[in-house]
C-alpha cells in the first residue's frame, strides 16, 4: 500500500534543532529563557504588533484572554458556534456561560447579523450585555471581522479573536488576531507552524502584556518568598518549545505559500466535479492561510456522503476529517443558549477537510483528487 498522506504533518524546516540545542547546552530547560523573548519578537515583527505573550497552549491564550476581560462566574461570552471545543471550554473554566452564535454561508464563520439579534435578546432577558465577543477564523478563513467589531463597538463588548487557526491570514490586509482586544494563537503540531503544543496571546499594550505573564507565571508577587494575591496559572511556553518556535519562524512564509497553491491545486483539479465546491475566499479583501483546504458536497448530486467519501479516502491511506461539528449539537453544551439557523449544521452534514500540510507533494494532491473523482463519477 502506498505511504499514508496525513491531514496536516508537523513540517520541520531544520533550524529548529539548533535553537533546542542551545537551550539544552545553557540548561533552559524550563519555562522562560531567551528563546521565548526571541519567539515573542519574531511573533511581535510578522504580525506587525507590540505586545505577544508566549504561552503553553491556545487554549491558555483564550482562557487568559477572558480572565483579562474580567470574565466570570454569572457573565455571559457570545462564542462562535462551528469551532473546536477549545474556543468555547475556557468560558466555562471562568465560571461564565458560553452563548453560541451560528455561521454565515460566505466564510463560515460568525454571522453578524446573528450576533446582534444575541446580544439584544440577552440584554432583554438577563438585564446585562455579554461579557465578551470570540470570533473564529474556521481553517484559515478570515471571518466578517469587520462587520463583528463595529457590532462589539456598538454595544461596547471587548471581541476575543480565536486565531489559532488563523496564524499568517488577513482581512483587507490586517492579520488576524490583531482586530479584538486580544487575539489567541496556537502552534499544535498540526498547525502552520508549531512548537510541539504551544500558543500565544496578543496583547493591546505592555501593561496588559505583563499582567498576562504575571497570571500565566502562578501569579507570584515580587517578594523573596512566595507570596500570592491573585489565582495564578502555569500557563508559559518552555524555552525548548520557543526554540522549536523559532525555527519555525524562519519557514513560516514558506509554509504559508505552499498551503495556498495546495489550495489552488484542489481547486483547479476538482473543479469539473459539479457535486462538490471547494471553499474558497470571497472577495480579494479575504486572504485565509487555507490552514486546511475543505470542500462541501451536494447531497442532492452527490453519489456519496462526505463521511462514506472519508470511508474511502482512509482505504486508500489517505487521511481527511468531517467538519467541526457545531457546539450546540455536543452533548456538553446542550443547555447553552443558541442563536441562528441550521447553517452550521448544514456545512457539518455537508462538508470534508482535505489534507493540506505543507510538506505534501503535488503528486501526493494528485492522488488525493484522483481518489475523490474515482468515487464521486464512477465510470458507467
Not at 125 to 131: A, E, L, Q, V
Not at 250 to 277: F, M, N, P, T
Not at 349 to 366: A, E, F, Q, Y
Request: aromatic share 8%; proline share 5%; hydrophobic share 35%.
Amino acid at each position: 500500500m502506498e505511504q499514508r498522506i496525513l491531514l496536516s504533518l508537523a513540517h520541520m524546516g531544520g533550524t529548529e534543532k539548533k535553537y533546542v540545542d542551545e537551550a539544552f547546552a545553557t540548561n533552559w530547560i524550563v519555562p522562560l529563557g531567551p528563546n521565548v523573548d526571541e519567539f515573542e519578537h519574531r511573533l511581535e515583527q510578522f504580525l506587525d504588533v507590540n505586545n505577544v505573550v508566549a504561552l503553553s497552549a491556545g487554549t491558555a491564550a483564550i482562557h487568559l484572554g477572558l480572565v483579562m476581560l474580567g470574565v466570570g462566574p454569572g457573565d455571559e461570552v457570545l462564542c462562535q458556534d462551528m469551532t473546536f471545543s477549545a474556543s468555547a471550554n475556557p468560558i466555562v473554566y471562568c465560571g461564565a456561560t458560553p452563548v453560541f452564535i451560528d455561521s454565515e454561508v460566505s466564510t463560515w464563520n460568525m454571522d453578524p447579523e446573528i450576533l446582534e439579534q444575541a446580544i439584544i435578546d440577552r440584554h432583554a432577558k438577563t438585564g446585562r450585555y455579554p461579557k465578551a465577543i470570540i470570533p473564529v477564523y474556521l481553517y484559515g478563513m478570515p471571518a466578517q471581522i469587520d462587520r463583528i467589531m463595529a457590532v462589539a463597538k456598538k454595544y461596547d463588548i471587548p471581541v476575543l479573536e480565536d486565531a489559532a487557526e488563523g496564524l499568517g491570514s488577513t482581512f483587507d490586509g490586517k492579520h488576524c488576531g490583531t482586530f479584538g482586544r486580544y487575539g489567541a494563537l496556537s502552534f499544535n503540531g498540526n498547525k502552520i507552524i508549531t512548537t510541539s503544543g504551544g500558543g500565544a496571546l496578543i496583547c493591546p499594550d505592555k501593561a496588559s502584556a505583563d499582567r498576562v505573564k504575571f497570571l500565566a507565571t502562578q501569579a507570584r508577587e515580587n517578594r523573596p518568598y512566595y507570596y500570592h494575591e491573585t489565582i495564578g496559572y502555569n500557563y508559559r511556553l518552555s524555552n525548548v518549545s520557543a526554540g522549536i518556535g523559532c525555527g519555525q519562524m524562519e519557514v513560516l512564509a514558506e509554509h504559508l505559500e505552499r498551503r495556498r497553491a495546495i489550495h489552488k491545486l484542489y481547486v483547479e483539479q476538482l473543479s469539473d466535479i459539479d457535486c462538490l465546491e471547494v471553499h474558497q475566499n470571497p472577495d480579494t479583501r479575504y486572504n485565509s492561510n487555507f490552514w486546511l483546504t475543505t470542500i462541501t458536497l451536494d447531497l442532492d448530486k452527490s453519489p456519496l456522503t462526505p463521511d462514506q467519501l472519508r470511508i474511502i479516502l482512509n482505504e486508500a491511506n489517505i487521511e481527511s476529517r468531517l467538519l467541526w461539528r457545531p457546539m450546540h449539537m455536543q452533548p456538553v453544551y446542550a443547555n447553552a443558549p443558541y442563536y441562528g439557523g441550521s447553517t452550521g449544521e448544514n456545512l457539518f452534514n455537508r462538508g470534508l477537510c482535505l489534507p493540506s500540510g505543507s510538506s505534501l507533494t503535488d503528486d501526493d494532491i494528485k492522488r488525493v483528487t484522483d481518489c475523490i473523482k474515482k468515487a464521486l463519477k464512477p465510470t458507467k
